[in-house]
T-cell receptor, first 112, second 114 residues
Framework: DQQVKQNSPSLSVQEGRISILNCDYT??????FLWYKKYPAEGPTFLIS?????DKNEDGRFTVFLNKSAKHLSLHIVPSQPGDSAVYFC???????????FGTGTRLTIIP | KAGVTQTPRYLIKTRGQQVTLSCSPI?????VSWYQQTPGQGLQFLFE???????NKGNFPGRFSGRQFSNSRSEMNVSTLELGDSALYLC?????????????FGPGTRLTVL
């Protein structure tokens, strides 16, 4: 049972444009959401997070939006840069519980 | 501040053997979690330790075990290795100061079972 889904396995975006990565979840108990960036053979790098009491969180070029009623979150990267090319994972947890449930990842390729 | 470190980075074992992986969390972090990443199953939660106690466990067989020491360092052990245990094993640590806790990952140990 895939509780966190990233339906787009890959995404290509022109350098300088906006990258939008999407994530859906089914477990209504999840109340903390994170985005990680990952290169092959390395550990995931934390990018940004959001708790369910907010619907938007920004950090530099990265913004995460949360739509609780739709059980949907998205990561916006503006402007996209070549160094952003990587696999992006969304993850979800219940506050107070360290177990992260990950999506299957989206491979983002930024085209120069 | 140094990040999460994992040793060894690469390991080759044969079926039936056992293996021990080590993780040192970020200084001050008290919670350590372990994950397995495979092409077929993605990133799967193994277990989490806090104050030397296992607090949470994923859906893995008993061959997978772990422990945490008083300095928060953690080890995981896999006994009677199977080919399907070949994976990237990731350790993550968090502050566990109450409320929201972000997990920070180490570089992983690549285990190959022949």
């Amino acid at each position: 049972d895939q509780q966190v889904k990233q339906n787009s396995p890959s995404l290509s975006v022109q350098e300088g444009r906006i990258s939008i990565l999407n994530c859906d979840y089914t477990n209504s108990m999840f109340d903390y959401f994170l985005w990680y960036k990952k290169y092959p053979a390395e550990g995931p790098t934390f990018l940004i997070s959001i708790s369910s009491i907010k619907d938007k969180n920004e950090d530099g070029r990265f913004t995460v939006f949360l739509n609780k009623s739709a059980k949907h979150l998205s990561l916006h990267i503006v402007p996209s840069q070549p160094g952003d090319s990587a696999v992006y994972f969304c993850a979800a947890s219940e506050i107070g519980n360290e177990k992260l449930t990950f999506g299957t990842g989206t491979r983002l390729t930024i085209i120069p | 501040k140094a990040g999460v470190t994992q040793t060894p980075r690469y390991l080759i074992k044969t079926r039936g053997q056992q293996v021990t992986l080590s993780c040192s969390p970020i200084s001050g972090h008290r919670s350590v979690s372990w994950y397995q990443q495979t092409p077929g199953q993605g990133l799967q939660f193994l277990f989490e330790y806090f104050s030397e106690t296992q607090r949470n466990k994923g859906n893995f067989p008993g061959r997978f075990s772990g422990r945490q020491f008083s300095n928060s360092r953690s080890e995981m052990n896999v006994s009677t290795l199977e080919l399907g245990d070949s994976a990237l094993y990731l350790c993550a640590s968090s502050l566990q100061a109450g409320g929201v806790n972000t997990q920070y990952f180490g570089p992983g140990t690549r285990l190959t079972v022949l």
